[in-house]
């Protein structure tokens, strides 16, 4: 194929356009299409078969332990098919988009595998949680999932409460004084599973709960986590 060199006219394109930027704002997330190109997708999802030891074709090979299995997080970090798909354009481009500078750093990040549950392994989590403090205000800030395979809603999807940006506030505060926010059941505030295509990428407004689910298909659910972020972004040092 052609290789756009970067910083080209062509690479300059807005990946969001203002339809999509409605949409983000109002539900504080968002599904960029074709984020990563097929084969791409296909060569991280033949990475983790191999290098976890299991084969597509026997679903018995899928749940066996590994030193680099934690739950559903794989401990893959490094190798150029994983690099390959941080360096996407697209992905880089919307997440430029919806920080508003283009002086990003890609974090070096797992990826996941979610297996069919069975009569011996059921879903260990994590389910519906926040990877910030909970010290209000949430500062802005984002994250990333890329899908390596199609997935369906039932399949393990992405889960997320779509517009929680708007509402965490009031909902911490409206709660009883010695109340947990991370234990409450977050699946009663609307919680939404997020079906895609191999090669779809989802990136979310960290105050949204967020996490994954049971899986009732026959078929894993594959996928890699992406985040840029500037490296001067508002922290909060007091975890809540």
């Known amino acids: 194929g052609?290789?756009?060199?970067?910083?080209s006219a062509?690479?300059?394109t807005n990946v969001l356009s203002a339809d999509d930027l409605l949409f983000w704002e109002t539900n504080g997330y968002i599904i960029v299409p074709n984020a990563v190109p097929a084969e791409n997708c296909a060569a991280a999802a033949e990475l983790i078969w191999e290098w976890f030891g299991m084969d597509k074709n026997?679903?018995?090979?899928?749940?066996?332990?590994?030193?680099d299995?934690?739950?559903?997080?794989?401990?893959?970090?490094?190798?150029?098919?994983?690099?390959?798909?941080?360096?996407?354009?697209?992905?880089?481009?919307?997440?430029?988009?919806?920080?508003?500078?283009?002086?990003?750093?890609?974090?070096?990040?797992?990826?996941?595998?979610n297996p069919p549950e069975t009569e011996h392994w059921k879903f260990p989590g994590p389910d519906l949680h926040w990877d910030v403090s909970l010290e209000l205000p949430i500062p802005f800030g984002l994250q990333g999932i890329l899908y390596l395979t199609?997935?369906?809603?039932?399949?393990?999807?992405?889960?997320?409460?779509?517009?929680?940006q708007h509402r965490?506030?009031?909902?911490?505060?409206?709660?009883?004084?010695?109340?947990?926010?991370?234990?409450?059941?977050?699946?009663?505030?609307?919680?939404?599973?997020?079906?895609?295509?191999?090669?779809?990428?989802?990136?979310?407004?960290?105050?949204l709960p967020h996490g994954s689910r049971p899986n009732s298909t026959c078929k894993p659910r594959m996928v890699q986590y992406i985040t840029l972020q500037p490296v001067h972004r508002e922290i909060k040092h007091n975890w809540k």
């Open 2 to 7: 052609n290789i756009i060199k970067e910083g």
């Open 10 to 12: 062509a690479t300059e």
């Open 58 to 67: 026997d679903p018995a090979t899928w749940y066996q332990s590994h030193k």
């Open 69 to 113: 299995r934690q739950g559903i997080m794989l401990q893959l970090f490094q190798h150029p098919v994983l690099q390959a798909n941080r360096d996407s354009r697209r992905i880089r481009k919307a997440f430029e988009q919806l920080w508003g500078t283009d002086d990003l750093w890609v974090n070096t990040d797992r990826v996941g595998f």
């Open 150 to 164: 199609d997935t369906e809603a039932e399949q393990g999807a992405f889960t997320l409460v779509p517009g929680f």
């Open 168 to 207: 965490i506030a009031e909902w911490i505060h409206s709660l009883p004084k010695h109340a947990n926010p991370r234990t409450e059941n977050m699946h009663a505030l609307g919680s939404k599973p997020l079906a895609g295509k191999a090669g779809d990428f989802i990136i979310w407004h960290h105050a």
